[in-house]
């Protein structure tokens, strides 16, 4: 089990490290999956399975599937890809990566310099966290549940496609008429997809108007 | 059931934050900002599970529990802000953030 521990920490980092380093949006997103499940092994060696199971449930499963659903919605394409690839180069990450390595240094002296001690003196299992977060922590267990009320009702609000509100009242008239034009989803579906594409290329934010008719019609 | 020295889980730790650092610093598409957000979020977690089970304690794991549900909030409203900065931006690009108005 020892082993294991060194193997997924090991993992873990490979991992991680490819998921900073990669172009492909889908690529770094598997590859922070492995990283994920490396960090479940690393839990589930320390002798807490209930955290490693959760960390396979609601991130690798549910977090990570989020990140797929979206990046699967806005349709990346290649040509953010070359851009990427544009970007990292060493000159634009040599910098950060060798402040983060004196950051790293100067932890690893804080870490080195306690006492030192064994893990894993016994595993902590579920039902001794469950106690404890309805015991004493219970009141933290209901702010937990209220700020994700809270991402849920802003996430809502935030993805709820509306009007832009400074659009002048031609574009706004313009988008109604072309709303009650449309003849069905997949035509719609069509001209948004294919409309935001050739306007990212060069001059994205100044043009209002494909913006404006990505937005969607309230027909109801 | 491992037996590592406590200042192991730690350096893991540590090196997983400082990688997710380098993320945010380095990459520009917001998709692999959130993601590099997350690694930290995560490596946070792994030094609280290391500390609950140097002294054996489950507060180690109550509090992963709370950064986990606060990791899940905030990739919530941070995809549903990407999917707004792609509308409004035509691209995922954080640079382009600074020609915001208002």
Do not use: C, K
């Amino acid at each position: 089990m020892t082993v294991a521990f060194y193997l997924a920490g090991a993992v873990a980092l490979i991992a991680t490290l490819l998921v900073v380093t990669r172009h492909d949006t889908i690529h770094a997103l598997l590859y922070l999956i492995v990283s994920l499940f490396a960090v479940a092994v690393v839990f589930y060696t320390l002798g807490a399975p209930f955290v490693a199971a959760l960390e396979v449930i609601v991130y690798a499963g549910a977090i990570i599937v989020l990140f797929l659903f979206t990046v699967m919605l806005l349709n990346i394409g290649h040509e953010a890809e070359g851009d990427e690839r544009r970007r990292l180069r060493p000159v634009s990450w040599l910098g950060p990566g060798l402040l983060a390595g004196v950051l790293l240094v100067g932890l690893g002296v804080a870490i080195a310099g306690g006492a030192t001690a064994q893990t894993g003196a016994r595993v902590v299992g579920p039902r001794e966290v469950g106690v404890a977060l309805y015991g004493p922590y219970a009141i933290g267990v209901e702010l937990a549940s209220t700020l994700l009320l809270a991402a849920l009702i802003g996430a809502r609000h935030l993805g709820q496609r509306r009007r832009e509100p400074d659009a002048g009242s031609p574009a706004t008239a313009a988008v109604v008429t072309d709303g009650a034009g449309d003849t069905g989803p997949p035509a719609a579906l069509a001209h948004d997809v294919g409309d935001p594409q050739p306007a990212a290329a060069d001059e994205a934010p100044a043009a209002p108007l494909p913006a404006v008719r990505f937005w969607r019609r309230d027909d109801r | 059931m491992a037996h590592v020295p406590f200042e192991y889980g730690l350096y893991l730790a540590a090196a997983l934050f400082l990688i997710g650092l380098v993320g945010v610093l380095v990459r520009r598409n917001l998709i692999f900002v959130l993601a590099s957000i997350e690694i930290m979020l995560n490596a946070a977690g792994l030094a609280f599970v290391v500390a609950g089970s140097r002294w054996g304690q489950p507060d180690g794991q109550v509090m992963f529990f709370f950064i986990l549900s606060m990791a899940a909030a905030e990739v919530a409203v941070g995809l549903a802000l990407a999917l707004l900065f792609r509308r409004a931006f035509g691209s995922l690009d954080i640079d382009q953030a600074s020609r915001m108005r208002g």
